[in-house]
Each structure stands twice: as C-alpha cells, then as structure tokens.
C-alpha cells in the first residue's frame, strides 16, 4: 500500500502467542510537506471509538450488574419514542434506526442530537445489521444520562486512566498527531476528521478517539487475555467473542464486527474510516493491528478498502 502511494504510511503490529512484531513505513503526511512517519506517531481512531471507549464503558456497567442490554432506549432517552428500542439493539446496529439527517453539517450540536433523538426506526428493525454512528451517538448520551458526564469524559476515567494509557485522548498534542484530510483548506492534524464528532465534541460516542500503536498493543493484549487492562473480567472478555445477533443476520458481538477462522472460531474485528483496523482472535492468540491514514490528503480512496479485505482475509487464511 506504501510503494503504491495508496497510503502515505502505515504503523502495525502481529500479536501470537505472547510475542509481537510491529513495523512502521512510509510518511506520516506528503503534504503539504513530506515527513517522516514516527513509530509512537498518534492516529485518529474514528470508529475503533466505538469498542475501545464507548463499548467497553457499557461492558463495565454490565459486569457490575447495573445494565444487562435489554434495558429500552426510550428508558434512559424519553425523547426517542419507540420504545422497542433496546440496548442490544444499537450495540449491534440491528436497531433499524434510520441514519440520514437532512442538512446535517448545518446544524449545531443540540440540533444535532435532537435529530438523531428523533430519527425514525424503519422496517430494518431487527432485520438487517445496518452499520451506523446513530447507534453509538445514542449510546453516548445513555451513558451521558448514567454517570452525569459527556461520554467522553467518562471513557477517560473508566477505560483509558485505569488501564494506564498514556497516549490515548481526545485531546492530543497537534505534533504528536498523523494529520488525515483536507477539509475547506485546512489539514486536520490532531483535530477529529468525523464531522459528526467536530460537531458534537465532548458529548460523540462514535469518533473522537487518538491513541498509538503501543497503547492499541496493550489493550489488545487485555482481549487475549495476556493482561488486566480491560475494564472487565476474562469472562466477559471471552463471551465478546461469541455471536449476539439472530440467525438471519449478520454476525455480531457487543460492538464488535465478526469475522470466522479456519475453525470457524469468532474473530473480533472492527474498523476506522480514516485508515485504522484490528484484528483479535483469542482462540488463536493472534492479532493484527493496523494503523493508516488512508484518507490523507483525500478521503477518496477506495483502493484501500479492497486492500484492507485482501490483508483481512490473508490474516485469516495465514492464521494458523
């Protein structure tokens, strides 16, 4: 992907059985200057927001016993009207919600949310996995309504500061940070790239997250089972690797995408729409982390979308 310029640089890592190989190559930007690519450099996470922040906050509350998933939306969010809504249903993205906001990037961050409260559910309830940030924005403001803090600040005190990661925030330093795309003249560098998160700031539950290769390392450890630093018991961690949808519809775990081995054994996977994926499989004791910038200078960059299925897919068939 490098040589080819479909992306300026990459930092990953293979996690097996205890030991980990990690790599970086290329340029952290080539433009509107070329520079070199720092192994400790931080990326915007875009999506992995969603299981290494708001997900595993929900997984906390539910090990303590003070949430079990089945609790209706409209409990926590009487704004949201369809009270068939259940957490389950948007930590799966079988929710049905519609996704599609008229004039989205106009409005401010109250609008923005009463909105989304307000979006309609559709015939996809419970029918169809339709991936969505809707679902973990909404996820966001129950967690909101529990602790009586934006979810952000909330992932900071019970996921990233008691699991000691010193590089993962929501604030970065500018320098420490990949710069990703364009956007009305400016390059985004240590700035969120989802519109969404720009928008609704400390109070997004699906984007926002910056950590680096280290820190994703060590987490990731945490879902093998190699170390503590999840906020959770191994129980829970090992039951994320089982399918929490129905039959008829595409495999899910608690926030988590699934993918299937050789044995046909549940892989954790999930992705970020600015370049970044992960990869776990606890049966195996392997994992694969990959960290790019794939939207930088330009989020039209499809090439790279084939190409992550081909590494995917080559990390499944190698996976042995």
Partial sequence: MVTERIVPGVNYAFLKNGQVFRSTIGFSEIYPETQQLSPSALYDLASLTKVIGTTNVLLKLYQKGELNFSEPLHDFLPEFKDERVRLFHLLTHTSGIRGWIENRDQLGPEELLDAILHLPVTDE????????????ILLGLVIEKIYGQPVQDVIMNEVVKPAGLKNTTFAPQVADCVPTAVVNGQLLQGIVHDPKARVLGARCGSAGLFSNLDDLINLVQGYLGQNDCLPFSQDLTADLFAIKTNRNVHARSWGWDLVFGDLKQAVL????????????????????????????????NQIFLTMRQRIVDSFLAENK
């Fill in 125 to 136: 309830f419970e029918t169809k996995m339709r991936y969505a940030d809707t679902n973990f």
């Fill in 269 to 300: 996977y999930h992705t970020g729409f600015t370049g970044t994926f992960i990869v776990i499989d606890r049966f195996r004791q392997s994992a694969m982390i990959v960290l790019t910038n794939r939207i930088h200078p330009t989020g039209h």
